[in-house]
């Protein structure tokens, strides 16, 4: 049945692939462009809203399980994101043109306020309108530590290996690999798979 | 310009501490970035964040202004290479791998031993962060308000930000 499944399901890829045909590298990177000059506040919903909804070049199920590698993995969601449905769709190049489709509009951006705030980041006004927007920053972060609470941390425990974490980086001064390691291995320890699967496989 | 090697190896040692989001790095971007080399000061690096954030795209390209002051158009270009190009390398291999060890029951282990790990340092970058950015009364409110109204509403956070420095603009000038 399972066999069946994989069959329907890849003959659904064959049809898609026949309707989306070659999707071209030059289209990749115009798509990602566009998510990167547009997706303010936060790329996820844009990458969602483009990828699956408009393009229909990854299916819900795809999306939330590169976007749960992508959290996993060392890099940002959006450039992993990127990396992954590039990947998907033409290989490494469609990867590339991806990454540099999505981040170019903000590096741009970012380039010319750097310039901008050089020269004029020590006025009055520009210092105290950017004293406002620091603290927003770091209500922004905690919003999204709390949100990413409610989905991945699964018990008490989880909310244990947080804090020491935080206390190791932030008391202790610990470099970020050292605690990554550290921390890392006694959660993913705690976390090892049940003894079960041995038995049932004895039996 | 000789700078250049020190940009370069400083971020793509960053990239990699970027589990979970941008923030993981924050800490260790501080002490590189501000005490090490001395590239900017910690309010300008705060500052260029939190800008950051109210920019399209990938949450993180405040590194390009860096590069920029540094290293200018060169060492811009430089820095985005070396900031996103190894963990886009290391994506592109892992994820490969990781699709067709469905089944290894340690694969679960790792994703929810990871979970924890990588929440914690996002909070241990927000936490030095606030160190420079939350000065009193009136920057924590800014802070909480934010907070509060993202879990209430579905609100672009992006507005918010912009929203902040009006407020800012009007509370912290002096007359």
Redesign the interface.
Known sequence: MSERATKLVLQRGVDSDAASAEVSIGLIFLEFLI?????????VPYLRGSLVTKRHWVDDKEFVEML?????????????MA??VG?KLRG?LG?LAA?IG??????V???V???F??SH?DH??V????????????????????G??KK???GKI?????????IA??RFHQ???R??VA???????????PKK?KESATL | MSQIPALVRVFAYL???????????F??MKILTVEVHQWLTFP?L?????????????????????G??VGGMFG?VAV?IAF?GP??L???V???L??KMEKW??R???????????????????????R????GM???A??????LI??QYKV??????A????????????K
């Not at chain 1, 749960?68 to 992993?80: D, K």
């Not at chain 2, 500052?47 to 405040?62: D, E, F, I, R, T």
């Not at chain 2, 679960?108 to 606030?130: D, E, H, K, N, R």
Request: glycine share 10%; charged share 5%; net charge neutral.
């Open positions: 998510i990167g000059a547009t997706s303010f506040g936060g790329v749960s590698i992508s959290q996993s993995l060392p890099g940002l969601n959006a450039t992993n990396i992954l990947d490494a990867s990454i999505i981040c170019l509009p903000g590096a951006l970012m380039y306020v750097g310039v705030y050089r980041g009055d006004f210092t105290a309108a950017l004293k406002g927007v620091a603290a927003a920053a770091v209500g922004l972060i905690l919003s999204t530590v709390m990413l609470s991945a941390l699964a989880d909310f244990v290996f947080m804090a020491l974490t935080v980086v932030n470099s970020v690999p605690t990554l921390v890392g291995l006694l959660a993913i320890f705690f976390h090892r798979p699967q | 990239s990699i501490l970027t589990v979970g989001g941008g923030m993981a790095a800490p260790e300008q705060i500052h260029l964040y939190s800008v950051g954030q109210m920019a399209p795209g990938p949450n993180m390209m405040m590194i390009v202004a860096i920029q002051w811009a985005l996103f963990t886009a290391l994506t592109f892992v994820a490969r990781w699709q029951p340690w679960t282990s790792i994703q929810q031993g990871l979970a924890p790990v990588s929440i914690g340092l996002l909070l241990a970058g927000c936490f030095t962060m606030a420079g950015a939350i000065s009136e920057t924590a800014i802070a909480v308000g934010v907070l993202l879990q672009n956070p992006a507005l918010l930000v929203g902040s420095a009006v407020l800012g603009m009007f509370s912290f000038a002096p």
